[in-house]
């Protein structure tokens, strides 16, 4: 491996990260620009982020954004787990391409049509739109990423750990949450953070399906955004990347050492 | 090895069959297919519908901005009795106005170049992943997922910044002194292209990288050792085994980016012509919900196909799984 | 009086006519849509029995094993345990307890939490529980393993686990699939011991499926050999060793040589053969052949003797040549290309440290054996 890992590997992967976080980074630093003037550096300062604290509309929109993220990724998780189960244990029963088509299709369907077909039902029904709607539309669309994220670890779980549960006396109920659920339970929980960070993010669908009252932060910054470039909102996103990178890195650091310590076990347990 | 496994691909639903009839003793296991089942034929099919529904009514001034057909209010005979009522206006004005042909034509003429591009950046960054140490590919792996969890809007936004014609691009270009003049990229198609390809990166990469890191290296060796130089073997060896990924890469790009909104509203300007632009104006700006309902059904019958072959690889890859 | 029986000299109530049995196979079919696993099986195991289904894979051992722990309804047929029909009994109400091939520990969970969870689902009280485990790891010894999670121990500690889970409930009958499958040749051995002793000291009845013919023969008191679905033979290690009932039996258990000829003549105690190549051979008599039927005569290689002059007083001795020597240490292994062309396999223990004059490739060379060191088999 090591002796093919020539300079064209290893420059076209230096090229292609800084082709994906130079931008971000770029964003970052001018977020502490002091001139107003978002593409000349004015030096160092912090009052954008001052002034963002003092910004009431942000800051609702930060309130509903995480709302809906957290009831939305919670109620999608339980759903998209069904919905996994359902894909991969149960093969046969009436309708099952129709079903894996609506869990696989909201993946690339294009938002616009998601969120206008959205719309268009919570009117037929006569919901008023705000942020019960958009909720229940966040729901639909990341429940879908869920079922794939449960479905994947799944598909490689070994059976025989329920056939050996049922074996010793435990009844299937028991089975499921004394040894199923806790063994994909890490594939739950990083499809619960998938979900929420999809809600966070989108604008589109959002959009659609939100009404007065309910603007989420995407909503909020798209809508200044159209106005100009402002380091204020450069502070803002900054902001939400830190809550994110932060949420991702601690959670494939806390990964990656229990990987490693269940390495070291393993090779302990071979040696002695 | 047992004969589970032999039995189990004779009849992969027979074995899990009895299995399933414990499980919960038929209600329960029927309520785990059917929560999520009606949850998505509710929240997903049914849209649909309702949106064909309405790209077969008219426009009205009122609120919703629509005349209703086919509704049921007046029973089984008045919902005949509207059939009449049922036009295909919308559509026949879709075709009568060239700049709706444009703007779907635009759109998949853009998103195919898109993709071809995205390939063109993302393989090498996945190849590279593949070939690169075993003790350091996780930590890429992260490296190239960590910018999918941060927004899209504002992977988006940080590229005003740099494509202004003041903006840093043009800036240190300017004085480099390659350039005199400030390039105008912000506002026209390429910033499109740049877009896309930038938000849709990760897309492309993953399932390029999960191909290329299951192939055996050996194959490679063994085709050297057959004679073979590394290009010819990269063609011949490599890519092919590489194009279930390439498939998936491309749909996964391909699919979001003929409906895709934000980038060609931020980036593309006014002068730019996307299919899910239009459609969004025509709901937001005109307010014309039979027509932008319209929209989405053609823009959806387009992407049946890409979609179909979607699911396929998706049905495909989990039977592999297993 | 010869004999192939059990190696339990006390135990083989396989024989006694008046003996219960413990578990009955009456006709079992077992189909997954067009594929039939199982095909109209009927087989008997008895109390404090151990007993091996020995097959190549896809035979259908592991799917009666499943059936009889109640992963699988048959398709037909039905099976007892202790007089009881266990159609319809769900696993987890079925007093037998499988020590699964991936040996599917839970990973979450201790190994001391591992073996006590069946006795948990039994609602036992906890101080019995813990009373019981304590026991369970002392009879694998792994007392000191107790708080270890499944990944922090060694493929042959992660086995004892699996095995001192499946009996902590003290089950009827405990099933093992491929119990030894995972684990390397040398702690293999090691461990038949270890479960044939366990076996004496649970009093347990033991229904092992194995692809491994010396396993099953080590630690069986009988084997079924199936094939497609089907019991070819059930008998101890000894008797399917030495008096295989078919041509699929001898070749599946250890190795044999094949004679195809006729009965050619029959006197009152020994059965003249023509081999199809014109050999003769004279055989104890076996029961159901008859004058000019098509047999096949089978040998296994150590009943039979090679020297490079005709033994004087042998009945049987066939000429040709070495074709193949090879020297395995403890014994060295002949093929001897007779003259009517076939090949004989032969092996000859190493007693000696020196040999005087060995055979060598291409020297003429006679193979020799007794009246009764094979078995005539219907072909």
Redesign the interface.
């Known amino acids: 491996m090591n002796a093919s890992w020539s300079r064209f590997n290893v420059t076209s992967i230096v090229l292609g990260f800084a082709f994906l976080y130079l931008p971000i980074v770029l964003l970052i630093v001018f977020s502490f620009n002091e001139s107003k003037l978002v593409t000349v550096w004015g030096g160092f300062s912090t009052k954008w982020y001052v002034s963002l604290f003092h910004n009431q509309g942000l800051m609702d929109a930060t309130w509903v954004t995480a709302r809906v993220g957290v009831i939305s990724a919670t109620v999608a998780t339980v759903l998209g787990t069904l919905a996994a189960l359902t894909l991969t244990r149960y093969t046969r029963f009436r309708g099952r391409v129709l079903f894996s088509g609506m869990v696989f299709a909201p993946l690339v369907m294009p938002e616009v049509i998601t969120g206008l077909s959205l719309l268009l039902l919570f009117v037929a029904v006569g919901l008023d739109r705000g942020f019960f709607t958009v909720t229940l539309a966040h729901i639909t669309l990341t429940m879908c990423f869920v079922a794939v994220v449960v479905q994947s670890r799944l598909v490689s779980f070994d059976r025989s750990l329920e056939e050996a549960a049922m074996d010793l006396g435990a009844t299937p109920a028991k089975t499921f949450f004394q040894i199923t659920l806790p063994v994909i339970l890490p594939a739950i929980v990083s499809g619960w953070m998938l979900a929420f960070t999809l809600s966070l993010d989108d604008l589109v669908i959002a959009s659609f399906t939100s009404g007065p009252g309910a603007t989420t932060l995407p909503m909020k910054i798209y809508s200044q955004v159209r106005l100009g470039v402002t380091p204020e909102i450069n502070a803002a996103c900054t902001i939400l990347i830190a809550v994110v990178a932060v949420g991702v890195i601690i959670a494939s650091i806390a990964n990656k050492r229990r990987e490693v310590q269940r390495q070291l076990d393993e090779q302990a347990a071979q040696r002695g | ?7 189990d691909a ?11 009839t ?3 003793a038929g209600f ?1 296991n029927r309520l ?2 059917i ?3 009606l ?10 519908v ?2 064909f529904k ?1 790209s077969l009514s008219q426009t009205a001034i009122a609120m ?1 901005p629509y005349t209703p057909v086919l509704d049921f209010s007046n029973g089984v005979s008045g919902f005949f009795a509207r059939f009449r009522d049922l036009n295909f206006d919308n559509y026949i004005w879709l075709t009568q106005d060239a700049l709706y042909f444009k703007a779907y034509i635009t759109s998949l003429i853009i998103a195919a170049i898109s993709t071809v591009l995205t390939l063109l ?2 393989y ?2 996945a ?3 593949a ?4 003790t350091i590919r ?1 930590t ?1 792996l ?6 999918f ?7 988006v ?6 494509l ?1 014609p ?3 691009l043009n ?1 240190l270009l300017l004085s480099l002194h390659i350039i005199n003049q400030p390039l105008v990229i912000l506002n026209t198609y390429t910033a499109i292209f740049i877009g896309i390809v ?1 938000s849709y ?2 897309f492309m ?1 993953l399932p390029l990288y999960s191909s290329l890191e299951k192939m055996d ?1 050996s194959l ?1 060796e063994a085709a050297k050792d057959l004679g073979c130089p590394p290009t010819a073997a990269f063609w011949k060896i490599t890519f092919p085994l590489s194009l279930p990924g390439v498939i998936a890469g491309c ?2 790009v391909f ?2 980016a ?5 980038i060609p509203d ?1 980036l593309g300007g006014s002068s730019t012509l996307m299919i ?1 632009k239009t ?2 104006n025509e ?2 700006a005109n307010r014309d ?1 039979p027509v ?2 319209a929209v ?1 059904v053609i ?2 019958l387009l ?1 049946t196909v ?2 179909m072959l ?2 396929q690889a ?2 495909k890859a ?1 039977e592999q ?2 | 009086m010869k004999s192939l029986g059990s190696i339990r000299r006390d135990f083989a109530p396989w024989n006694d006519p008046n003996a219960k049995p413990y578990i009955q196979f009456d006709n079992v079919t077992k189909k997954f849509g067009d594929f039939t696993a199982v095909n109209n099986l009927s087989l008997t195991i008895f109390e404090r029995e151990f007993f091996a289904l020995l097959g190549a894979s896809g035979c259908g051992k592991s799917t009666l094993l499943r059936m009889l722990a109640g992963f699988e309804e048959p398709t037909a047929g039905r099976i007892l345990l202790d007089g009881q029909d266990l159609r319809g009994i769900p696993p987890y109400r079925r007093p037998v307890n499988m020590m699964f091939q991936s040996y599917a520990l839970f990973p979450h969970m201790t190994v001391e939490n591992n073996i006590a969870f069946g006795l948990k689902q039994e609602g036992m009280p906890k101080p019995d529980i813990e009373k019981r485990v304590a026991e369970m790891l002392k009879l694998v010894k792994l007392e000191q393993f107790a708080k270890r999670k499944p990944h922090q121990l060694s493929g042959g500690q992660r086995q004892r686990v699996a095995l001192a889970r499946s009996v902590a409930k003290r089950p009827k009958v405990l099933l093992l699939d491929e119990p030894l499958g995972a684990l390397d040749k040398k702690l293999r051995e090691e461990t038949q011991f270890e479960l044939m002793d366990l076996q004496q000291e649970l009093g347990l009845t033991f229904v092992v499926v194995t692809h491994d013919q010396e396993e099953a023969m080590t630690m069986a008191d009988r084997i079924a050999i199936m094939d497609k679905g089907e019991v070819m033979q059930v008998a101890t290690p000894a008797e399917v060793y030495e008096a295989p009932a078919s041509r699929f039996v001898a070749h599946f258990v250890g190795n044999v040589n094949m004679f195809e000829g006729k009965v050619a003549e029959r006197s009152a105690n020994t059965t003249r053969i023509t081999g199809a190549t014109g050999a003769q051979i004279v055989v104890d008599n076996a029961a159901d052949t008859s004058k000019g039927a098509d047999i096949v005569f089978a040998i296994r290689p150590e009943k039979i003797k090679v020297s490079s002059k005709k033994p004087a007083d042998a009945v049987n001795a066939l000429e040709g040549e070495v074709y193949d020597v090879a020297y395995l240490g403890d014994m060295t292994v002949y093929h001897i290309k007779l003259d009517d062309g076939q090949i004989v396999r032969a092996s000859a223990l190493n007693a000696a440290r020196v040999t005087e004059d060995p055979l060598t490739w291409n020297d003429r060379a006679w193979v020799s054996f007794r009246p009764d060191a094979g078995v005539v088999l219907a072909r």
């Open positions: 090895m047992s004969n589970i496994a032999v039995a004779a009849a992969p639903s027979a074995a899990a069959k009895p299995f399933l414990r499980l919960g329960v785990v297919i929560v999520p089942y949850w998505l034929l509710f929240f997903f099919l049914i849209p649909f309702i949106v309405i919703p950046v993302g090498p960054i190849y590279g992943m070939r690169a140490p075993a996780p890429l992260m490296l190239v997922i960590l910018p969890w941060t927004s899209f809007l504002i992977r936004y940080a590229w005003i910044g740099i202004k003041e903006g840093l800036q930038y990166l990760p990469v290296y490679i749909l996964l699919i979001p003929v409906g895709e909104f934000v931020l899910g459609l969004w709901f937001f919900w932008s309902s989405a823009l959806l992407l890409p979609i979607f699911q998706q049905a989990q799984g297993k």
